[in-house]
Structure formats: C-alpha cells, structure tokens
C-alpha cells in the first residue's frame, strides 16, 4: 500500500460527501486542508474527535483551512452523524476504503478497525504534516493547529 509522506501532492479524488454531492479535492488546490480519516460515525472515540474539530472549528476558519473528515460510512450515515453532532464541515463517504488505500492509512487497534490519520496540506496541495495516533482523538486537532499557526 503506498504511504503519502510529508512533501507529497494531494492526492487526485472525488467522493460524496453527507448531502451525496459528489466532491472533488482538486477543488480544495489554493486553500490549506486538514483531512482526517477516522474508523465509523457514532462512536465514542470518533464522536469526541468530530466534536473536537467543530469545537475549534474557528480557528480552524480564521486561518482559511477547510477540514473534511473521512470514513466508509455512506452518506446518509454521516448525514445522521453531522447533523446529531452539529458538524460545520464535510464528511466524505469512502464505502470502499480505496482512498484510505491510497493516502496509506494504516488499519487501527490490533488491525481489526479502520486507522484514524490526520493530514495538513498547505494552499499547494503539498503535505505539511501527518498525525497518527489511534487513541487520542482529540490530540489531532491541536496538533493540526499547532502546525497550521506554524505554517499558514
């Protein structure tokens, strides 16, 4: 499985998000992006990491990022899952994994779940910064600001 490193372009994709309007992440070259993968909507773990990002999500604003958040579940899942939640940004429905695949984001705990990567990518479409961390979800957020006052 390829492995985006630190320096690598933003990978070429489309995939629907919670409204089933197809996006496209060439459409996000000339805004800085934070996209995190995580395992499945209406989890604990995944809730209070969606949470978390829409906690800061002015902040995230106020240094023009756009965040998109990635998970197999389709749709109208992450439809139920922002709207419960309150979620201001996209999430992205990758029912197969294939992006998952191609960003090469390792499985999660003991390889039985879906692993939960943050990417930062600058206004180029060039990769500032990778988080993994499996368990705490909410560290993401903070370390993709830290990086993004850092940077932007």
Partial sequence: ???????DSLPDFSLKDQN????????????????????DDNTPICTAQACSFRNNYNEFQDLGVRVIGISHNNPKSHSKFASKHELPFQL????????RKLFGVPKGFLGLTAGRVTYVFDKEGKLNYIHNSFINAKEHVRAALDIL???V
């Fill in 1 to 7: 499985m390829p492995k985006l490193k630190e320096g």
């Fill in 20 to 39: 089933d309007q197809e996006v496209n992440s060439r459409n996000w070259i000339g805004e800085a992006v934070v996209i995190y993968f995580y395992p």
């Fill in 92 to 99: 992205l429905s990758d029912k197969n994994d294939e992006i």
């Fill in 149 to 151: 006052k850092k940077k």
